[in-house]
């Protein structure tokens, strides 16, 4: 079945680094891509996405490029600030698009 | 801003009670989801609703029990629950093939 993999965290960075967050996927047929955000005590967020092979998604500084060929999805942020701390978790859907499977997710620190 | 409602935010809720979470949209989906997520983990889903016929059931304890009223309303009925039931409920919605949007959700602890 499909699966998703990303990186484990934390990731802790210092304000204005830059921040890659790893994600592999494992599907048949040709999934949609997603990165959702959670912040502290909210629910999910869709942040970026991206639906055929070379497709990239960008959204609020994080961008993440659809690479069919290594089967990733790496979100990338080229200055992190404290306000980007949140859980982060890269998913992708089925054919239909009806179902999300969900990588573990990875907590990202942003410290002053 | 989601534009898929929950409520309530928070609810407590001992073992014998009866007790609902709501969710609302107004986006003109057609498929609404029930995900349950546990601390620090990623959400599991539960429910999915085709047209306010359930599709997808994931072998979810019968103390829980969906229900779809119409086209932007879900509910979610909780019964008999147990203290391991405590997470956070979320619903989403969607239009069929695209992306599913979620809500704030609803903090649950069973005591």
């Known amino acids: 079945g499909d699966s998703v993999t990303q990186m484990e965290g934390p990731v802790t960075l210092s304000e204005e680094a830059f921040l890659t967050i790893n994600c592999t996927y494992t599907?048949?047929?040709?999934?949609?891509l997603f990165w959702y955000v959670q912040y502290p005590g909210e629910g999910l967020q869709l942040l970026l996405k991206a639906t055929k092979a070379d497709d990239k998604g960008s959204n609020k500084g994080f961008e993440a490029t659809y690479r069919k060929e290594t089967t990733s999805f790496h979100l990338e942020k080229g200055s992190v600030q404290v306000s980007d701390s949140a859980v982060y978790f890269c998913a992708l859907s089925d054919n239909a698009g009806n179902m999300l499977t969900f990588g573990g997710g990875t907590r990202l620190m942003v410290k002053p | 801003d989601t534009e898929v409602t929950q409520t309530p935010k928070h609810l407590v809720m001992g073992m014998t009670n009866k007790k609902s979470l709501k969710c609302e949209q107004h986006?003109?989906?057609?498929?609404m989801y029930w995900y349950k997520q546990k601390a620090k983990k990623p959400p599991e889903l539960m429910f999915v609703y085709s047209y306010e016929k359930l599709s997808i059931n994931e072998s979810v304890p019968s103390r829980f029990s969906p229900e779809c009223p119409n086209s932007s309303l879900l509910n979610l009925h909780l019964h008999a629950l147990q203290p391991e039931d405590s997470a956070l409920y979320l619903c989403?919605?969607?239009?069929?093939?695209?992306?599913?949007?979620f809500g704030e959700g609803s903090w649950l602890t069973v005591v």
């Open positions: 599907a048949t047929g040709y999934p949609s």
């Open positions: 989403a919605s969607s239009q069929f093939g695209n992306t599913i949007y």
């Open positions: 986006m003109g989906h057609r498929a």
